[in-house]
């Protein structure tokens, strides 16, 4: 569809290109990023006409783009600009009307049928029908910039050029633009090219991306490729993380702000800021932990700053645990949404918790534990599925800097360790009279502070898979102790 | 609701636009022939148009006083300001719609400047040139403006290849400015003509005949043909020359044609009757807020009201004080200003309301 062959060029006397070369096909969505200065709106003047190439060719059809006059030109190839001028009130659809100028030929055209439709077409399509006797002058940025876009696209265009089409939209239009955009190249054969800010949103609806560096291509490949956390911190002089989208496989950078200077990096999550009574057990760090926990709320991954640990009797039953429990930490002035709450059955003066160091890392672990329900996890279908509250807790404060395998690891040793307890203190099954591995409905956090030490692992053998197994081990076995010493009186 | 239901009633009949313009012109035309030291009443004009320019016959007979009079003097005059105003008028339009600026008017690089000094150094000089005799003038005055325009782009196209309006604006004010200052010092340094050339720059269409019309009309044709068939290519140039590019003009030939039919219309107006200001910068304005900035229809009404009004203004220069005749100029300022002033106060008010 189109072909830039070793372009050069640029303003006179300044050349912001060197020797550009990609390719797009029909029906193809290219995003062209890169930082300000990079060429990406120089690179699309050259491709509208406005401004000739120093050297290289650019083929629009197997024509060079200079062999177009301005009309053929605009009929195969529109540009929805940034911004445009607004000297006179014209209404909406004289300015739509506007973009059928191409196709009209000799003084004496006049205006046809199908002209009209294919305006009323893309005002529909558009959405901005309604409006179409209003002043564009008088419509919202929003509104304006579709108006502009139905210009373009009355133009019947089979290639589209947008300059940063998102600029001026609040969230909900620009993805409805893009989702319009991505729709017509699959439905039409439209070929978009557009120029992006936002990388993620370029990364999102783009097929391929093309990433611009002092007027020269440094990647032109699929998304995921060109969004490399490392080429992107090189090329946009900052540091970003890349991680993945949660619900569409699609890559995400996220900006990583400035860490201000605030110093907290002495501070060691331990005993001090637990807070015991026999509702609860709440700890309430100085600041934000990145947890991974199996909580009634909080649960997953994310950072949260008070962690509680709720006693219910015995006879707890709500068809709404998790909604109770929103209710119940609000009523204690707890918020919710900085929150990883738990529940337990268990009395919570069997608390076990222990602070234990090693090679400068420490972990303080906080259980809370009954066997009243023990499940051997191999023999688990000769159960029945009935929810009730937790009754092992184990909640794991690392004071280090947690990878997300570390944290996964982290899980598994702390379960191994509680598995461990279980058969040295031989808890049996009750179902199956088999050796247990837990309890129905046991939950556990792991929290890190995500300062100090960097821990990529945490298997048995690492210093930091030490520590848990040791810790949990510990407090386990001790929960249980007390639990069966209060059980057996 | 109501005031839009209205704006847009008005703009979407076209039809009746053209149709209150033209009477309008015509309205303003039987009142300029008819009024004046000697009354012609409407029937008699009519009849004398009737007879001595259409050629029909049984038109009766006609005074022989009101023939000279209608034929020789009024019907010359008003047609020269008819056809002043509107050369003013659509030039105005178009440059307003090429500069993107609704307070750009025709003299805005520099053509009347040019022309003006044409027009004085004949009067310095007491030039007449042979064979042209009385039209030394006009001649050297329209000869003066379309090399004005010339220099103005060969200078803009030397700033800046691609002559962006900003440049073109620029070395217009510097041509005005610089022939500003020529026009000053011929006036300093003139003596017993100091009058005539006042008088010339205040401009007036009185005692200029059918010969200056003759001398107007072949660049009024050109000049408005090239802008008439510039109008969809004006639309698209009010949303930026880059917008017009990519919805196909052809930018850089488009622009050139547009300020050369703008400059001969202007030049030539100048020449036949000296700096009028005004028409040029509010007709486009008044005609673009009561029909829209539509230029295929904003140009044509342009002409329409532009030769209307001037024609009126002629008419009231030459009898509000009669027998003295007031410069055209002056009283096309001062009604021009504040109507327009209360247009604008109006349509700010309904803007709010």
Redesign the interface.
Known sequence: MLSVNHVTGGYPGHDVLHDLSFNVEKGELLGIVGPNGSGKTTIFKMVSGILKAQAGEILLKEKTIASYSAKQLAKVLAVLPQHAEQAFPYTVKETVSLGRYAHHTGWFQMWSEHDETVVQKTMEQTGIAQFQDHYVNELSGGERQRVFLAQALAQEPEILLLDEPTNHLDLSYQKELLDLLKKWTRETGLTVISIFHDLNLAGLYCDSLLLLENGKINLHNKPNEVLNEERIQTVYRTTIEKHPHPTVPKPQMLLLPEKQAEDLSGLIIDERYLDRSDERITLRSPFPLRTMSSGVVGSGTGWYTTFVNRHVDKSYNCSNHREEMLEYLKGHMIDPTETVGMMTAVRLEDVAYKLIEEEGVSVFIVVTAGVGNAVDASRSREHIYEPQPGTINTWVFVNGTLTDEAFIQSIMTATEAKVKVMQDQDVKDAVTGSSATGTSTDSILIAATQRGKHLPYAGTITTLGKLISQGVYTCTTEALQKYRARVSV | MQK?FTR?FL?NNRLIAYVIATALLIAAMLLGISIGTVSVPVLTILQLIGAEVLHLPGMGTIDSMYTTIVMDIRLPRVILAGLVGASLAIAGAAFQ?LL???LADPYVLGVSSGASVGAVLVLFFNLSLPFIGIFTLPIMSIAASILTIFLVLFFARQIE?SMRVETIILTGIVFSSFLGSLLSLMIALTGEELRQIIGWLLGSVSMRGWEYIAIIIPFFIIGTAILL?SS?EL??M???E??A???????ARRKLWILIGGSILTGAAVAVSGTIGFVGLVIPHLT?LLW???HRHLLPLSILLGAAFLIVADLISRTIISPTELPIGVITSLIGAPVFAIILIRRRKERRG
């Open positions: 839009r847009m703009r719609g993107r600026n609704p290849r068939f969809k639309n698209a009010s949303f930026g880059e917008r590019q990519h919805i196909g003009v052809n930018v673009r829209g900035p539509d």
